[in-house]
Every structure is written in structure tokens, then in C-alpha cells.
């Protein structure tokens, strides 16, 4: 079987990771990790500077698939499009002869989930939405320099994972929560808008992300990735309570970036008594990614058909996923 060789950006992220360790695990892949801090079995590079890119990733001969899920982070949705734009710019230009495929990484702001109410099921083909919008836009370029190699946009709902200094870990955000909450011997509240507590939602487990990512270089276009069920907080919370051992109180709405900001010490106190290997900055990075997702007071979820149909069948139960990355996290003493 011939061997591919993958181009990884983002390659610690709570995707890219993922990712990294799939193409790994199920052979016949070379994989090659770029990260903007480096660490182990990636290449540290600023994407954002287009010499430093060149001289890092033009080195790189053989490069076979580009699987790209760099994010820069920025306060608001127009200052997200110039960094998120150039950096996929820089690196697609920076690469050498005889890539095959660039796999994007986007999500449903495609659909202006993140503006407010939108059409549900969002579908591949529903018509855009006022930009800004750096996804829209990498795709767009994608697009234009598409030819000799054929391009892929995966659109995941919020996904689940186990990563660390991560602005948008969920699973993270409710399990430092509960031991917080659990600590200081209270009920674990929802703290979202009430109307997030009956909003149907869905998420995308990350190993079943990457998987999807992989089988995707064998298609072209924009494929919406999920775990295959739909949830309310109302059914789930008291559910996830239940794990930590904690009573689920009535919701009440606060702000997590708020209220969690003084928990450090609180924090190191929780770390020494069970011996957790996670400090308070590695464990407080997606507060406001919490507030996010729980202020969604409407439906999100996308139609997933056309991956099905396309030949992707893989699914997770939700629940079961956040129980397992629970699990992962207690093993790994990042929560009690």
C-alpha cells in the first residue's frame, strides 16, 4: 500500500490531536505535526509569518495531505477573519510539490450559528450569511487554488475532547465546574439562559472527528460531522450531576468567565489534596466558550445525511462520550 504523508496544523489542539493520532494508529501515513508552541512530534512555526513558514514547511518534501486546524483566537468576528485567513495562506503557499488534498476544519458559523437563531437542520447547501466569517473565506480560497489538489471543509458541532489550554473544551469547562462546585459542597447548576436548558443540541466527539476527516480526503466539499443524537441540557445536566456524584439544583444564570475567575487558589488547594497534575491555567482557558454554548438559547444542529450517503457511518453516543472523557480526565488527575 502506497504511504501518504500528513501536514498536521494545529497538530495539539483538541483536534488536530486527534487527528495526529488516528492517521497514526491505523497505519500507512507518515504524520508530520506544526503547532505555534512546538512540543512533542511537532514543528514549532508561526503561521502567521510567511518567512518563517516557507523556510519550516517548504523544507518539508513528500507532504502528501494537508489536514489543517490552526486557530487564532480574537475578540471579535471581524478581527478573527485577517490572522485565520493568513495563516492558511501561508502554509498552503509555503508547500512544496505533490499535495493531493487540504482538509479544512470549520464548523457551523458557516451556518451563523453563532449569531443567533438559525435554520435547523442546517444543511451544505443553505445559502450564506453576512460576513465577516473566516471560515467562509478560507473555504473561498481554497476554492480559487484548488486544481492540482482537491480540497475537503468538515463542519463539526462543538466538540468533545480531552485537550488541555484549549479556548474551546467543553467537556473541560463542566468537569472543572463540578469539582469546583463539588468542593465547595454545591449542587451543580446550569449556569446558561433558561432557554438553553430545552434548546436541542448536538456535539461531535473528536476521535469520531478525526476519523470523518480522514475518510473526507477521498471526497471533495463541505461535510457536516456529528455524533448522530440530539440533546437537551434539561435531560443530560441532571445526568452529568449524577457522575460527579453531586444533586442537580435548579438552573441559574452566571457568567463561568465570572465567577470561576477567582478559583485558582481554590484550585491549588484541590490540586494538592488529590494530587491532580493540572494547574489552574491549564484547567481555565474555555470559560468563556462555556458561557458561549450556554447562552444558546435556540437549536443547533446540522443535517448529517450527506456524509452518510457519501459512505461515512460512524456515530457516538453522547452521553457515553462525555462519560468517557470524564473518565479520561480522572485518569490522567487533570480533575479529582
Known sequence: ????????????????????????????????????????????????????????????SGVTHLFYAA???????????PPNLAMLTNLVDAM??????????????????????????????DAGHMPPEFNVDQQQFLERRAGEWTWSAIRPSVVGGTALGNPMNLALVIAVYASISKELGLPLRFPGRPGAYDSLLEMTD???????TVWATGHEGAFNIANGDLFRWRE?????AAYFGMEAAPPLRMSL????????????????????????????????????????DYDVFADTAKSRRAGFHEYVETEQMFYRLFDEFRKARVIP
Request: hydrophobic fraction near 45%; charge should be positive; avoid cysteine.
Open 1 to 60: 500500500m502506497e504511504r501518504k504523508t500528513a501536514l498536521v496544523a494545529g497538530a495539539n489542539g483538541i483536534i488536530g490531536k486527534n487527528v495526529v493520532d488516528h492517521l497514526r494508529a491505523h497505519g500507512g501515513w507518515d504524520v508530520v505535526g506544526l503547532s505555534r508552541r512546538g512540543g512533542p512530534g511537532a514543528i514549532a512555526v508561526d503561521l502567521l509569518d510567511p518567512a518563517e513558514t516557507r523556510a519550516k514547511v517548504g523544507a518539508l
Open 71 to 81: 486557530y487564532q483566537d480574537r475578540p471579535t468576528w471581524a478581527e478573527l477573519v
Open 96 to 125: 512544496a510539490p505533490g499535495l493531493r488534498h487540504v482538509s479544512l476544519m470549520q464548523g457551523y458559523k458557516v451556518y451563523g450559528a453563532h449569531l443567533g437563531p438559525f435554520k435547523t437542520p442546517a444543511r451544505e447547501t
Open 206 to 212: 473528536a476521535g469520531l472527528l478525526a476519523s470523518a
Open 236 to 240: 443530560l445536566w441532571p445526568k452529568l
Open 257 to 296: 468567565a465570572d465567577v470561576m475567575a477567582d478559583k485558582g487558589p481554590l484550585w491549588t488547594e484541590l490540586a494538592a489534596k488529590h494530587g491532580l497534575t493540572a494547574s489552574y491555567a491549564d484547567v481555565s482557558t474555555s470559560w468563556a466558550f462555556g458561557d458561549f454554548v450556554f447562552g444558546w
